[in-house]
């Protein structure tokens, strides 16, 4: 059972940056997954922001967050990383992420959450933007 723990989320100013950090319970090694990251505002739907495939080589991310956002993975650590920076109040929320995988193979993913299930999600962490 993949189980996933965030961090790296605070209080940071408008313009500054934060980098959130997704720890994977399982090595790649005996299990492939892609990741990706969902935030969630008060009173919004829940949206995806980024994603990355199991090898890394290949990424995605929502318009609102093209330019500022990166997404990373070190899966010598079972971590994937999102730098996030040039923050704005608007990034504000609760963000996620969440992995769907197998014990092989190669698993792609998409912003866009109608074409993939994910099977497994963290706890969430706080990120909030002042102005």
């Known amino acids: 059972q993949l189980q996933l723990v965030e961090s790296g989320g605070g209080l940071v100013q408008s313009g500054g940056s934060l980098r959130l950090s997704c720890a994977a319970s399982?090595?790649?090694?005996?299990?492939?997954?892609?990741v990706v990251w969902f935030r969630q505002a008060p009173g919004k739907e829940r949206e995806a922001v980024s994603c990355?495939?199991?090898?890394?080589?290949?990424?995605e991310y929502a318009d609102s967050v093209k330019g500022r956002f990166t997404i990373s993975r070190d899966n010598a650590k079972n971590t994937v990383y999102l730098q996030m920076n040039s923050l704005k109040p608007e990034d504000t929320a609760v963000y996620s992420c969440?992995?769907?995988?197998?014990?092989?193979?190669?698993?792609?993913?998409?912003?866009?959450?109608?074409?993939?299930?994910?099977?497994?999600w963290g706890q969430g962490t706080q990120v909030t933007v002042s102005s």
């Open positions: 969440a992995a769907r995988g197998g014990q092989s193979g190669t698993y792609y993913c998409s912003v866009r959450p109608e074409l993939y299930t994910y099977n497994y």
């Open positions: 990355i495939s199991s090898s890394g080589g290949s990424t």
């Open positions: 399982l090595s790649t090694v005996h299990y492939s997954y892609s």
